[in-house]
């Protein structure tokens, strides 16, 4: 397990022992050090910050390697949101845009950093992969999430969403959109099978277990647990109050 924190602290917990990293805090990085997004691959890491990207070698316990937007003009005052591996190419999410670099690159090298033009203008919030397409939400108004891979056109996922969408997930095979007041599960034809709605949110991110309930991370009502049949419980105790985040 790996957590990161708003002040640039992460923390590897392992065999029931946490190790700290330091790195960041003593960095010398002036601007926010808040990890945004975590995604793993095997044995790695991949943090998303607000200053940067940073890949953690979990076996090894180190740091492997690490950016800081501030080190190119171009990438000054960006803020990376959240970062997904796809097709040999890492895909981050930037305040401006979407941009890729290769996976055997050295990422420290922000000019190799390609921007994406394919999916328009404007931000991108969250990220996920599923049914071997890119799926991401649009920083707009209206959040649109879209589907696309390399050669082909953008494509908008229709959830009939009306509250905002915090984030977008790939779980037990479902595509999972978390918005404000809802959770809901998309099938490999992109259609929503299942939807769970409350007012007593917001959501902030859900998982879904291998028996096929759904954790759900909520501000008021901590950790939510949502059964296929729309019931709902959750561990007692006010530890599970402000759930901000699952893996």
């Known amino acids: 397990w790996i957590a990161g924190y708003q002040d640039g602290q992460i923390d590897l917990i392992k065999n029931g022992k946490i190790k700290a990293f330091p790195d960041l805090l003593s960095a010398g990085i002036s601007s926010s050090r808040k990890v945004q997004r975590i995604f793993v691959t095997q044995d790695s890491a991949w943090l998303a910050c607000d200053f940067g990207l940073v890949l ?15 080190d190119n003009p171009l990438f000054t005052g960006q803020q990376c949101v959240d970062f997904v591996t796809f097709q040999n190419f890492g895909y981050a999410a930037l305040s401006n845009g979407l941009y890729r670099f290769p996976l055997g690159a050295n990422f420290k090298n922000l000019t190799l950093w ?12 969250s990220l996920a992969v599923y049914q071997n397409q890119l799926v991401y939400l649009k920083n707009d108004q209206t959040d649109s999430i879209m589907r696309w891979a390399p050669g082909q056109s953008p494509q908008l996922v229709n959830t009939g969403q009306s509250s905002p969408i915090r984030s977008l997930r790939t779980s037990q095979n479902r595509l999972l959109v978390v918005a404000d007041e809802s959770v809901k599960t998309l099938n490999s034809s992109w259609q929503v099978d299942f939807s769970y709605s409350e007012a007593f949110g917001p959501f902030r991110e859900a998982v879904i277990s291998k028996e096929g309930e759904i954790f759900a991370a909520s501000d008021r009502r901590g950790l939510v647990i949502i059964s296929q049949n729309g019931a709902t419980g959750g561990p007692p105790g006010p530890e599970t109050k402000n759930v901000y985040d699952l893996k």
Request: no cysteine; aromatic share 4%; proline share 0%.
């Open 56 to 70: 953690v070698d979990m076996r090894q316990e180190v740091i492997r390697n690490s950016v800081l937007f501030s």
């Open 114 to 125: 390609e921007k994406i033009n394919d999916i328009g203008a404007g931000g991108v919030r």
